[in-house]
């Protein structure tokens, strides 16, 4: 079955630095993927829509300038969480759409990356 | 704007009992998918089951199956037989044909009593 990894699973990371998750589809390709956040015990909530070789699209309210996404290749796109604060911990959920099938609808999700800003 | 409303935030469920979640939906679309999507403790989200709009019979998925109500916009999903393993959080979703969001409710959090 298709599979999403992120990479790193959590991180915990001091104020004022930058922070980046990884998310690659591992036996497909993907020229679509997607950035949640989910705060504790809430919902996820689409941050972002990375396509590979063009720039992200960002939902409202989304900071692109702080949430910087690259989708440089078919498998892999990267969210860099600039000059992290506090308020920034969150679960960070990444999914990938299949580009070789006709199938539009399914999305794979990455296992998370649990982010702690100190 | 589509939204997803899912009015029980938390539910429990004899083992071995049949629960029911519930979900309502808005959307002026025609064209569109449904999802339940399962988070258990370790976060991974799982696709439990899925329905097109377009499809009258409702899906099922081993002991998971949904009654879905398309005039009412009501899709509810029914555990039969419930297990430990089916303790999570559950997602209702919906995403529009023309489009690539995926729109989720609030959750439920379903918990199993043994």
């Known amino acids: 079955g298709a599979v999403v990894s992120q990479h790193p699973s959590w991180v915990i990371c001091k104020s004022g630095t930058s922070v980046k998750i990884e998310c690659r589809s591992l036996?497909?390709?993907?020229?679509?993927m997607f950035w949640y956040r989910q705060f504790p015990k809430q919902s996820l909530m689409l941050m972002a829509t990375s396509n590979e070789g063009s720039k992200a699209t960002y939902e409202q309210g989304v900071e692109k300038d702080k949430f910087l996404i690259n989708h440089a290749s078919l498998t892999l796109s990267t969210l860099t969480v600039t000059s992290a604060h506090p308020e920034d911990s969150s679960f960070y959920i990444c999914s990938a759409r299949d580009s070789g099938t006709s199938d539009r609808e399914t999305q794979y999700f990455g296992p998370g990356t649990r982010l702690l800003v100190l | 704007a589509q939204t997803v409303t899912q009015s029980q935030p938390e539910m429990s469920v004899q083992e071995a009992e049949t629960v029911t979640l519930s979900c309502t939906y808005d959307?002026?679309?025609?064209?569109?998918?449904l999802f339940w999507y399962k988070q258990p403790p370790s976060r991974q989200m799982i696709l439990v089951i899925r329905q097109e709009a377009y499809k009258q019979q409702n899906a099922t998925e081993n002991r998971f199956s949904v009654n879905f109500q398309k005039a009412a916009k009501s899709f509810s999903l029914k555990i039969s037989d419930s297990q430990l393993g089916d303790a999570a959080m559950y997602f209702c979703a919906y995403l529009w044909g023309g489009d690539d969001k995926i729109i989720f409710g609030k959750g439920t959090r379903l918990h199993i009593l043994p």
């Open positions: 036996d497909f390709q993907a020229t679509t």
């Open positions: 959307t002026s679309e025609s064209d569109y998918y």
